[in-house]
């Protein structure tokens, strides 16, 4: 999980749109994907069962279905694929989340900002549905703020119409 957030904030911190386009939310060891995280914790995943299933010797592991093909991914899609992989590889979960939580993170900023941050702290909360605020990342670069927003009103377009 905290691969895919870091994913996306590389691409979006770099570029001013997503790598996925997926929201993810305030959790206490968050950011999470919900859709994702539900779909991880069943015993047979559907939304990636595509691409992984269970390790049958080890319940708490996936095992890909298919080998990588780089056919959809642009060459800056890869760069950012690799600089993050390097980045986790040797990580503890701990450490990821130290990562995420850091005292200039997204994750902490939008807790501070939707009033959260010592509800999660405090475990008085262990989950919200506040979606982490990426324009966050822009605060001080009027740019790419506004090709962030562009990008994010595109893809919400985009959802709607596969509705």
Known sequence: MKTLFLLEEAAI??????????????????PVAKDIFIDLSEQSPSLLAEFITRDENNPASFKA?????????????????????????????SALVKQTHGLNSLWRKSAIKNGVLELLENELKNSTEINIDFSILFEHDKYLRERFEEMKETLEFSKQLKK
């Open 13 to 30: 911190k770099k570029y001013g749109f997503p790598f996925f386009g997926i929201d993810f939310q305030l959790w206490k060891h968050g």
């Open 65 to 93: 279905l298919k080998e990588f093909c780089d056919d959809e991914f642009s060459d800056n899609d890869i760069q950012i694929l690799e600089y993050v992989s390097d980045f986790v590889k040797d990580k503890s979960a």
